[in-house]
């Protein structure tokens, strides 16, 4: 029996950026060769070691992609969104950020599913695109930045690409707590703690829950010019 459209319906579907672009034929098709699967919050979703070979596209929730090392030491390189498209065979972990849901799809279908329609190709050139910028900017930060200016870097960064102007500053809605910030710049979360704390007494961001309003950006940038 070929999966149905359970917990998602087809509207919601066609609320996600990628699944928008597509026919609602296609969508359709893409479904029925899709195996829908749901992950409660800090679950695994696939390992290097792993197998099954797959193309994974988000439909609900938040995914963390990640390197990690026999010493513990653990490094974010992307955090995917709903419809973000990944690929189990990738040599990285993946895992649920919260309650998330996903179609995976075996990649022998997925590639001819590429091939009746370039929209799903182009934007998993996109997400593999980034993700490999974050881990070159990773190396990059590890190699030449200490914590600090790495810390200002990754805070600049997100708010280039998902802030929003507000009277006060721009407004960066992270979703991520202090562990998972500390994760993604290769830190601790007391170093975190600490930067973010001294900067929000300098007035240079104001910390809310999950989120921040960067108010002197400029001063932010002056930080990692500092020796």
Known sequence: MKP?????DLDELLKIPLLKALSEQHLLT?????HERSFQKRECIFTPE?????????LKGKVRIYLSYPNGKEFTIAFLEPGDVYSSHS??????????????????????????????????????????GNTLGIIENLVFRDVGKRLAN??????????QTKEHGTL??????FDEIASAVGTSRQTVSTFLNGWQKAEILTLNRKSFI???IQALQESMQED
């Open 4 to 8: 149905k459209l359970s917990q998602i």
């Open 30 to 34: 893409l479904n029925q060769s899709a």
């Open 50 to 58: 792993k197998q099954a070979d797959f193309i994974l596209i988000l």
């Open 91 to 132: 040599g990285t972990f993946a895992e649920a950020m919260e309650d998330t849901i996903v179609w995976t799809i075996d990649i022998k279908v997925f590639r001819n599913l590429m091939l009746q329609d370039p929209v799903i190709l182009i934007s998993m050139v996109k997400v593999l695109g980034e993700s490999l």
């Open 154 to 163: 990754f805070l600049i960064q997100a708010a280039r690409e998902k802030g």
């Open 172 to 177: 960066v809605n992270l979703g991520l707590t």
């Open 214 to 216: 960067l108010r002197d």
